[in-house]
């Protein structure tokens, strides 16, 4: 079965960290850029991360800049979210998705990516 399948999510303190991961299954990732998404109840799924298939290009939204940093491992068909100081403006179900490319300017654009998987949720505490 061709899917992507996110882990690593949890109930993390403020100032915490957790790695997320987001492996294939039934496709290898090596010819996929990928990106990380979440989405927090009531509102929109918003681009957190992406990565380049290479892994020479990385994108952040700049509310988490500085503290998630985005890998992957091409041999193990895997993407990582290292996620540190996590605040409660992080809590959201994360989604990592394939794509075949993207810019800059679209990378935030949930329409560039074809393969989702089912996400993973953060929730850090007020």
């Known amino acids: 079965q061709v899917q992507l399948v996110e882990s690593g999510g949890g109930l993390v303190q403020p100032g915490g960290s957790l790695r997320l991961s987001c492996a294939a299954s039934g496709f290898t990732l090596d010819d996929y850029a990928i990106g990380w998404f979440r989405q927090a109840p009531g509102k929109e799924r918003e681009g957190v991360s992406y990565i380049s298939s290479s892994a020479r290009t990385t994108y952040y939204a700049d509310s988490v800049k500085g503290r998630f940093t985005i890998s992957r491992d091409n041999a193990k068909t895997t993407v990582y979210l290292q996620m540190h100081s996590l605040n409660p403006d992080d809590t959201a179900l994360y989604y990592c998705?394939?794509?075949?490319?993207?810019?800059?300017?679209?990378?935030?654009?949930?329409?560039?990516?074809?393969?989702w998987g089912q996400g993973t949720q953060v929730t850090v505490p007020t």
């Open positions: 998705a394939t794509s075949r490319g993207s810019t800059w300017l679209t990378w935030r654009s949930p329409a560039v990516y074809d393969r």
